[in-house]
Each structure stands twice: as structure tokens, then as C-alpha cells.
């Protein structure tokens, strides 16, 4: 199966309905299963929706500045995101974030990207191992994972491009372990918007 594009994964993530959490939980596991009972079979993988379902990724220029449209509140300060490849250049750059799920949560969502515990645990760095581990790029071990993720790619993953890797990285990490970190199970829809370049060596 061949390796579908960033604009392939964007023009099919617009979903017509948002799964509860326990119903796409449910539909992970029937997905898990059924690759365990075919093991033979390529499977393009993509991350679990039930992490945050509804999930609108787009990388480009960036936009600030709160923004409700739909529900959906953006986080009116771009975050920070600094690694260093293994090839030790230092790349710096920012995401702006949004959720459904942070509409009535704005206070403390911001108060948490601002706090010591969500700045001081290298984020960047941890986001650029885990896009190495969706890049095909190293081999994923339970420490490279989001605290959202559930899976570690296998034989059958088909690696994403760089660019997909890092922005999935970093919905992981922005969106979806903050929600967990600070008990939102709302789900609903999320997005990002990002000048990093998708840069990983």
C-alpha cells in the first residue's frame, strides 16, 4: 500500500459524526484484533482516533490570537517547540493549538501551557523522538510514547513522511496529553497550525 500524502490524510479527516470515547476505544481494539488475526496483510496505520477524535491536522503558516468558530477555541499563545536532531542541528519553531474540548476549559488549558510541568519536561525533544519512531526513523519503545497513545508501530506500519510525523507528534502532545493531563474526556475536534518545517535530521 503505498504511503498516503499529507493532503490525502487532510481531505479525509473532516468526520460527519464524533465518536464517543468508549465507541472509538471499541472500534481501536476491533482494528487491533483484526490485524492479529491477518498478520500477513500491509495496513497503512494511522493513530488512534479515539485519542482525540475528530482530528483536523493542518501545518502551515502560523495564526495567533484566540478564536472561537464553531466551538472550537484556539489557545491564543503559540508553543514553543525545540529539538535537536540526530544530526545536532537545533531547530526551533511554534504550534498554535485548538480544541472543542478546551471551550470551557480556557483557563486552566492556558495556565497549563504556561506552567512549569508542561514546560519543563522537554516536550520538543520528546515530540521529534516520537516523530522519529512514526518516520520509521527508529525503533519505538514504551518511553517514546505519548501518554495518549496506546500502540507502537509493528512490521506492517507504512512510515509517515517527516512533515506528518512531527505534526502527529505534536497533536499527541499538545492536544491529546494535555486533555488526559488535566481530565478533559470531552473529545471532539482539534487542530494545529505550525511553521515548523518538519525537519528530522
Known amino acids: 500500500m503505498k504511503q498516503r500524502s499529507l493532503d490525502e490524510v487532510l481531505s479525509g479527516s473532516a468526520p460527519t459524526f464524533t465518536p464517543s470515547v468508549a465507541t472509538s476505544a471499541a472500534l481501536d481494539a476491533l482494528v487491533t484484533d483484526t490485524r492479529t488475526a491477518t498478520p500477513d496483510r500491509k495496513r497503512t496505520h494511522r493513530r488512534a482516533a479515539w485519542v482525540v477524535p475528530g482530528v483536523a491536522l493542518a501545518l502551515g503558516a502560523l495564526t495567533a490570537g484566540a478564536l472561537v ?109 494535555v486533555m488526559l493531563e488535566l481530565g478533559i474526556y470531552d473529545g471532539g475536534q482539534a487542530g494545529m497550525s505550525s511553521d515548523c518545517t518538519g525537519q528530522l535530521h
Not at 136 to 159: C, M, R, Y
Open 69 to 177: 468558530v464553531d466551538a472550537v477555541t484556539r489557545v491564543e499563545e503559540p508553543i514553543a517547540i525545540e529539538y535537536t536532531t540526530d544530526t545536532g542541528i537545533t531547530i526551533s519553531c511554534t504550534a498554535t493549538v485548538e480544541s472543542s474540548a478546551f471551550t470551557g476549559n480556557m483557563a486552566a488549558v492556558t495556565d497549563y501551557y504556561q506552567s512549569d510541568g508542561f514546560t519543563g519536561t522537554g516536550v520538543g525533544q520528546r515530540i521529534y523522538e516520537y516523530a522519529l519512531v512514526l518516520a520509521g526513523d527508529k525503533v519505538g519503545t514504551p518511553a517514546d510514547l505519548p501518554a495518549s497513545v496506546a500502540w507502537l508501530p509493528d512490521e506492517n506500519f507504512v512510515p509517515y513522511d517527516d512533515r506528518l510525523a512531527l505534526g502527529d507528534a505534536m497533536l499527541s502532545f499538545l492536544v491529546g496529553d
